[in-house]
């Protein structure tokens, strides 16, 4: 009778998991403990028990995943493209310069460090875990710290247009708005017909059709963008921004 509290708190919890769902061994050593965190009541019904016990369930998620690690593999290609040294990117985010150095050795940071790199550097987070580098052939490591030219700076000032771009669509949930300004001008540089692109890119002609209109209602998926890039052998600012 000691445990009939946690096991209605379970069946009502796993009665509210959709179809198919596993339930983690470990949920099993949270049942035990569901009786010290929502203490019994008289009066109690079932379904607020369940509820109880899976915001219980829910703050253990959240701090879990406050402690996981997300990948950086984009940092250092963000950083130099926003024309900053790791020294005013960790000034920026509070940071010291060593630690910096050393995400962009390891390749990952916490999710609060995540985030902030993110809104600092003006990115979306598909960008920033990206582990696509496209590394710019004008801002070179070795030109880091020595000073930058008006040309770098027109490239740097292009690369943060095309990411507030991104970044706004990302955060309007909107992963379609952003228009292709400059493909069919790419495209026919590339000497390909829409539909010898559509076949390349693995989609219909129609979409490159669409894409290409200049009163387009439509944008591209990110996807499709770095598809595009690849395929047209162009950075993705020339595909956004145009002539």
């Known amino acids: 009778m000691k445990d009939t509290y946690p096991r209605q708190a379970f069946d009502v919890y796993a009665k509210s998991l959709p179809k198919g769902v596993l339930i983690p061994f470990r949920t099993v050593i949270y049942i035990r403990r569901a009786k010290e965190v929502f203490p019994s009541e008289e009066g109690d019904e079932q379904v607020s028990t369940g509820k109880r016990y899976r915001s219980f369930l829910e703050q253990r998620v959240e701090a879990k995943r406050q402690r996981e690690q997300y990948f950086v593999g984009g940092l250092k290609p963000c950083r130099v493209a926003s024309g900053l040294s790791q020294k005013e990117l960790a000034d920026l985010i509070d940071k010291n310069q060593t630690l910096i150095a050393d995400l962009e050795n390891r390749d990952s940071a916490d999710h609060p460090t ?102 387009a209602r439509r944008g591209a998926y990110m996807k499709t963008i770095r598809k595009l890039s690849e395929v047209l052998d162009v950075p993705p600012a020339d595909l956004i921004c145009g002539d």
Not at 128 to 139: A, G
Not at 143 to 170: F, I, P, T
Not at 195 to 212: C, D, K, P, S, Y
């Open 114 to 215: 995540f985030l902030r790199l993110c809104e600092v550097l003006k990115v979306a987070p598909e960008d920033l875990d990206s582990q696509n580098r496209i590394e710019n052939p004008v801002l070179q490591e070795g030109q880091e710290g020595r000073g930058v030219s008006a040309s770098e700076k027109d490239v740097a000032e292009r690369r943060r247009q095309v990411n507030r771009l991104k970044d706004q669509a990302w955060r309007l949930s909107d992963v379609r708005s952003i228009w292709l300004g400059g493909l069919k001008a790419r495209r026919l540089e590339a000497g390909l017909t829409q539909r010898e692109l559509a076949r390349m890119v693995g989609t219909n002609q129609t979409t490159i059709f669409e894409l290409e209109k200049k009163d």
